[in-house]
T-cell receptor, first 116, second 116 residues
Framework: KAGVTQTPRYLIKTRGQQVTLSCSPI?????VSWYQQTPGQGLQFLFE???????NKGNFPGRFSGRQFSNSRSEMNVSTLELGDSALYLC???????????????FGPGTRLTVL | AQKVTQAQTEISVVEKEDVTLDCVYE???????LFWYKQPPSGELVFLIR??????QNEISGRYSWNFQKSTSSFNFTITASQVVDSAVYFC?????????????FGTGTRLQVFP
């Protein structure tokens, strides 16, 4: 079974631009979560989507948004990029079984975003 | 508040040595899940183990073993006879149980370097 895929793998943008990152979950997985990883702040939860609905959100400004499609694929968007948005963005998917707390999340290879 | 502490920032060992990575967590939940992930230089987080709060049995998988102790809120990870391929950053994580979410709270990670 194919793992979580993320595109693109690398991205360079300039301040003020916007960017869209894509994530395809493992087949059959219904939940997609996004995390930001930086040397200073470590791994931080951005948001989670399940059945096309955001069901949890981390402490990030409104410039960070996401969505999930009916096939469970997800995108995240960052508008008005700032230098501090440079990070590795990791997507994770899980089965999200009903009545099952905290199903195991499997991560993709990440998208490394550099903001100049 | 929920928190995961990995006090060891970096550990260096010589091949074939045993090494233990420490993880201490804080949570008010009575039901929760703990995870260990490995992040090699490629960047992808690789799932290693999941443990729920009701199962304090230690687990061994090949050269890996985990010691979960609720009394000390610790979930330590030991690699026996370490190998160069074990070099990576290891993260301990806690699920935010309740609220129907898969959100993970990560520790800051321990970088393990195994020298030949």
């Amino acid at each position: 079974k194919a793992g979580v895929t993320q595109t693109p793998r690398y991205l360079i943008k300039t301040r003020g631009q916007q960017v869209t990152l894509s994530c395809s979950p493992i087949s059959g997985h219904r939940s997609v979560s996004w995390y930001q990883q930086t040397p200073g702040q470590g791994l931080q939860f951005l948001f989670e989507y399940f059945s096309e609905t955001q069901r949890n959100k981390g402490n990030f400004p409104g410039r960070f948004s996401g969505r999930q499609f009916s096939n469970s694929r997800s995108e995240m968007n960052v508008s008005t990029l700032e230098l501090g948005d440079s990070a590795l963005y990791l997507c994770a998917s899980s089965l999200a079984r009903a009545g099952f707390l905290a199903d195991t999340q499997y991560f993709g290879p990440g998208t490394r975003l550099t903001v100049l | 508040a929920q928190k995961v502490t990995q006090a060891q920032t970096e550990i260096s060992v010589v091949e074939k040595e045993d090494v233990t990575l420490d993880c201490v967590y804080e949570t008010r939940d009575t039901t929760y899940y703990l995870f260990w992930y490995k992040q090699p230089p490629s960047g992808e987080l690789v799932f290693l183990i999941r443990r729920n709060s009701f199962d304090e049995q230690n687990e061994i998988s090949g050269r890996y073993s985990w010691n979960f102790q609720k009394s000390t809120s610790s979930f330590n990870f030991t690699i026996t006879a370490s190998q160069v391929v074990d070099s990576a950053v290891y993260f301990c994580a806690l699920s935010e149980a309740g609220g129907n979410t898969d959100k993970l709270i990560f520790g800051t990670g321990t970088r393990l370097q195994v020298f030949p």
